[in-house]
Protein backbone atom coordinates (compact mmCIF):
# COMPACT_ATOMS: atom_id res chain seq x y z
CA UNK A 1 0.00 0.00 0.00
CA UNK A 2 1.63 2.87 -0.84
CA UNK A 3 0.34 6.82 -2.68
CA UNK A 4 0.22 6.81 -5.61
CA UNK A 5 1.55 8.77 -8.48
CA UNK A 6 1.86 9.85 -12.07
CA UNK A 7 3.57 6.99 -13.43
CA UNK A 8 0.42 5.05 -11.92
CA UNK A 9 -2.37 6.62 -13.73
CA UNK A 10 -2.07 3.98 -16.46
CA UNK A 11 -2.46 1.41 -14.12
CA UNK A 12 -5.33 2.79 -12.39
CA UNK A 13 -7.11 3.49 -15.40
CA UNK A 14 -6.96 -0.88 -16.34
CA UNK A 15 -8.13 -1.54 -12.58
CA UNK A 16 -10.49 0.72 -13.08
CA UNK A 17 -11.79 -0.72 -16.39
CA UNK A 18 -11.92 -4.12 -14.85
CA UNK A 19 -13.37 -3.19 -11.47
CA UNK A 20 -16.38 -0.91 -12.55
CA UNK A 21 -17.16 -2.28 -16.33
CA UNK A 22 -20.51 -0.87 -17.71
CA UNK A 23 -20.58 2.60 -15.06
CA UNK A 24 -20.69 5.53 -16.94
CA UNK A 25 -16.92 6.87 -16.05
CA UNK A 26 -16.01 3.57 -17.79
CA UNK A 27 -18.06 3.75 -20.59
CA UNK A 28 -16.47 7.16 -21.13
CA UNK A 29 -13.46 5.81 -22.26
CA UNK A 30 -9.56 5.63 -20.96
CA UNK A 31 -8.92 9.49 -21.89
CA UNK A 32 -11.77 10.42 -19.47
CA UNK A 33 -10.39 8.21 -17.06
CA UNK A 34 -6.74 9.21 -17.06
CA UNK A 35 -8.00 13.10 -16.95
CA UNK A 36 -10.38 12.83 -14.18
CA UNK A 37 -7.83 10.53 -11.94
CA UNK A 38 -5.07 13.32 -12.98
CA UNK A 39 -7.42 15.83 -11.31
CA UNK A 40 -7.47 14.10 -8.02
CA UNK A 41 -3.59 13.44 -8.35
CA UNK A 42 -2.92 17.00 -9.27
CA UNK A 43 -5.50 18.61 -6.22
CA UNK A 44 -4.19 20.14 -3.45
CA UNK A 45 -5.49 17.58 -0.88
CA UNK A 46 -5.70 14.20 -1.94
CA UNK A 47 -5.79 11.05 -0.56
CA UNK A 48 -5.20 8.28 -3.30
CA UNK A 49 -3.41 5.57 -2.54
CA UNK A 50 -2.91 2.00 -4.66
CA UNK A 51 -2.16 -1.80 -3.85
CA UNK A 52 0.20 -3.58 -5.74
CA UNK A 53 1.08 -7.55 -5.97
CA UNK A 54 4.33 -8.54 -7.20
CA UNK A 55 5.05 -5.18 -8.59
CA UNK A 56 1.11 -4.85 -10.33
CA UNK A 57 -0.90 -2.10 -9.00
CA UNK A 58 -3.91 -4.25 -8.59
CA UNK A 59 -6.45 -2.12 -6.57
CA UNK A 60 -6.96 2.53 -6.04
CA UNK A 61 -8.43 4.34 -3.45
CA UNK A 62 -8.84 8.05 -4.72
CA UNK A 63 -10.66 10.51 -2.90
CA UNK A 64 -10.00 14.49 -1.56
CA UNK A 65 -10.17 16.64 1.55
CA UNK A 66 -13.07 19.61 1.21
CA UNK A 67 -15.29 18.05 -1.44
CA UNK A 68 -16.22 21.33 -2.77
CA UNK A 69 -13.01 22.95 -3.38
CA UNK A 70 -12.00 19.69 -5.50
CA UNK A 71 -15.35 20.01 -7.57
CA UNK A 72 -14.27 23.60 -8.25
CA UNK A 73 -11.73 22.75 -9.77
CA UNK A 74 -12.95 19.79 -11.82
CA UNK A 75 -14.99 22.58 -13.10
CA UNK A 76 -12.31 24.51 -14.34
CA UNK A 77 -10.95 21.30 -16.15
CA UNK A 78 -14.75 20.38 -17.85
CA UNK A 79 -13.69 21.34 -21.32
CA UNK A 80 -10.36 19.14 -21.98
CA UNK A 81 -12.44 16.28 -19.66
CA UNK A 82 -15.43 16.54 -22.39
CA UNK A 83 -12.95 16.68 -25.37
CA UNK A 84 -11.73 13.30 -23.68
CA UNK A 85 -15.14 12.07 -23.41
CA UNK A 86 -16.45 13.10 -26.65
CA UNK A 87 -16.07 10.32 -29.03
CA UNK A 88 -17.29 7.59 -26.73
CA UNK A 89 -20.47 10.30 -26.48
CA UNK A 90 -20.35 10.74 -30.22
CA UNK A 91 -21.17 6.99 -30.28
CA UNK A 92 -23.54 6.37 -27.67
CA UNK A 93 -25.90 8.76 -27.38
CA UNK A 94 -27.84 7.37 -24.36
CA UNK A 95 -24.83 8.41 -22.45
CA UNK A 96 -25.68 12.00 -22.86
CA UNK A 97 -28.48 12.01 -19.91
CA UNK A 98 -26.44 10.27 -17.70
CA UNK A 99 -23.25 12.55 -18.26
CA UNK A 100 -25.41 15.72 -17.95
CA UNK A 101 -26.79 14.49 -14.56
CA UNK A 102 -23.10 13.83 -13.35
CA UNK A 103 -21.77 17.67 -14.56
CA UNK A 104 -25.24 19.38 -12.60
CA UNK A 105 -24.10 17.57 -9.55
CA UNK A 106 -20.24 18.16 -9.69
CA UNK A 107 -21.80 21.91 -10.60
CA UNK A 108 -24.00 21.95 -7.32
CA UNK A 109 -21.18 20.57 -5.10
CA UNK A 110 -18.53 22.96 -6.57
CA UNK A 111 -20.48 25.65 -5.41
CA UNK A 112 -21.15 24.50 -2.14
CA UNK A 113 -19.42 25.96 0.95
CA UNK A 114 -16.05 24.96 1.55
CA UNK A 115 -16.21 22.23 4.18
CA UNK A 116 -12.12 21.33 5.49
CA UNK A 117 -13.02 18.43 7.65
CA UNK A 118 -14.76 16.31 5.43
CA UNK A 119 -13.13 13.87 2.87
CA UNK A 120 -14.91 12.11 -0.07
CA UNK A 121 -13.82 8.33 -0.72
CA UNK A 122 -14.55 9.29 -5.04
CA UNK A 123 -13.56 5.64 -6.28
CA UNK A 124 -11.74 2.18 -5.10
CA UNK A 125 -11.32 -0.38 -7.41
CA UNK A 126 -9.60 -4.02 -6.80
CA UNK A 127 -8.60 -5.72 -10.25
CA UNK A 128 -10.75 -8.93 -10.56
CA UNK A 129 -7.53 -11.39 -9.99
CA UNK A 130 -7.15 -9.53 -6.65
CA UNK A 131 -11.05 -9.68 -5.45
CA UNK A 132 -11.81 -11.63 -2.29
CA UNK A 133 -8.26 -11.06 -0.50
CA UNK A 134 -9.09 -8.01 1.49
CA UNK A 135 -7.40 -5.50 -0.52
CA UNK A 136 -10.94 -3.57 -0.87
CA UNK A 137 -11.40 -3.36 2.56
CA UNK A 138 -7.33 -2.21 3.25
CA UNK A 139 -7.84 0.28 0.91
CA UNK A 140 -10.93 1.94 2.56
CA UNK A 141 -9.54 0.98 6.17
CA UNK A 142 -5.90 2.97 4.85
CA UNK A 143 -8.12 6.10 3.23
CA UNK A 144 -9.80 6.77 6.57
CA UNK A 145 -6.50 6.53 8.35
CA UNK A 146 -4.80 9.18 5.89
CA UNK A 147 -8.08 11.06 6.19
CA UNK A 148 -7.66 11.08 9.94
CA UNK A 149 -4.09 12.34 9.76
CA UNK A 150 -5.39 15.33 7.24
CA UNK A 151 -7.67 16.54 10.37
CA UNK A 152 -10.84 14.72 8.82
CA UNK A 153 -13.91 14.27 11.07
CA UNK A 154 -16.00 13.02 8.74
CA UNK A 155 -15.76 10.82 5.26
CA UNK A 156 -18.72 10.90 2.69
CA UNK A 157 -19.33 8.20 -0.19
CA UNK A 158 -21.94 7.81 -2.43
CA UNK A 159 -23.18 4.66 -3.92
CA UNK A 160 -26.12 3.04 -5.80
CA UNK A 161 -28.64 1.80 -3.63
CA UNK A 162 -30.23 -0.86 -6.28
CA UNK A 163 -28.91 -3.78 -7.58
CA UNK A 164 -25.59 -3.54 -5.21
CA UNK A 165 -26.15 -5.35 -2.15
CA UNK A 166 -22.81 -6.69 -1.88
CA UNK A 167 -21.16 -2.90 -1.86
CA UNK A 168 -23.52 -1.70 0.56
CA UNK A 169 -23.16 -4.45 2.90
CA UNK A 170 -19.22 -3.99 2.95
CA UNK A 171 -19.20 0.12 3.62
CA UNK A 172 -22.11 -1.06 6.22
CA UNK A 173 -19.60 -3.51 7.79
CA UNK A 174 -16.93 -1.08 7.86
CA UNK A 175 -18.87 1.12 10.21
CA UNK A 176 -20.65 3.77 7.47
CA UNK A 177 -24.07 4.78 7.97
CA UNK A 178 -26.43 5.27 4.98
CA UNK A 179 -27.76 9.38 5.83
CA UNK A 180 -30.10 9.78 2.87
CA UNK A 181 -30.84 8.64 -0.58
CA UNK A 182 -30.81 11.13 -4.10
CA UNK A 183 -31.92 9.86 -7.56
CA UNK A 184 -28.53 11.03 -9.55
CA UNK A 185 -30.97 10.25 -12.72
CA UNK A 186 -34.69 9.18 -13.00
CA UNK A 187 -33.76 5.65 -13.12
CA UNK A 188 -30.59 5.44 -10.48
CA UNK A 189 -31.13 5.61 -7.14
CA UNK A 190 -27.81 6.22 -4.62
CA UNK A 191 -27.47 5.74 -0.87
CA UNK A 192 -25.04 8.49 0.68
CA UNK A 193 -22.81 6.81 3.38
CA UNK A 194 -20.80 8.58 6.00
CA UNK A 195 -18.88 7.78 8.78
CA UNK A 196 -17.23 9.92 12.14
CA UNK A 197 -13.64 8.97 12.01
CA UNK A 198 -13.91 9.57 16.26
CA UNK A 199 -15.53 6.09 15.68
CA UNK A 200 -12.89 4.17 14.19
CA UNK A 201 -10.11 3.23 16.05
CA UNK A 202 -6.75 3.89 14.91
CA UNK A 203 -4.12 1.44 13.67
CA UNK A 204 -1.70 3.42 16.61
CA UNK A 205 -4.04 3.23 19.14
CA UNK A 206 -4.25 0.53 21.57
CA UNK A 207 -7.14 -1.76 21.68
CA UNK A 208 -9.78 -0.27 24.18
CA UNK A 209 -10.33 -2.42 26.84
Keep these: MRTASPSDLDSIVRVHQQAFEGFLMTLLGPR???GYYQCVLTYAQPIFLVAEREGQVVGFVAGFVNPPRFYAQLRQRK????????SHLMWRPRLWQRALS???RAETLALSNDEPTLAELASVG???AAQGLGAGKQ????F???A???GVAEVVLTTDAHHNDAVNAFYQKLGF??????????ERLMNEYRIRLEQVESPHQEPSR
Design 148 to 150: RER
Design 139 to 142: LVLA
Design 126 to 128: VAP
Design 177 to 186: TCMRQFWHTP
Design 144 to 146: LER
Design 32 to 34: FLR
Design 102 to 104: SLR
Design 79 to 86: LPLALAAA
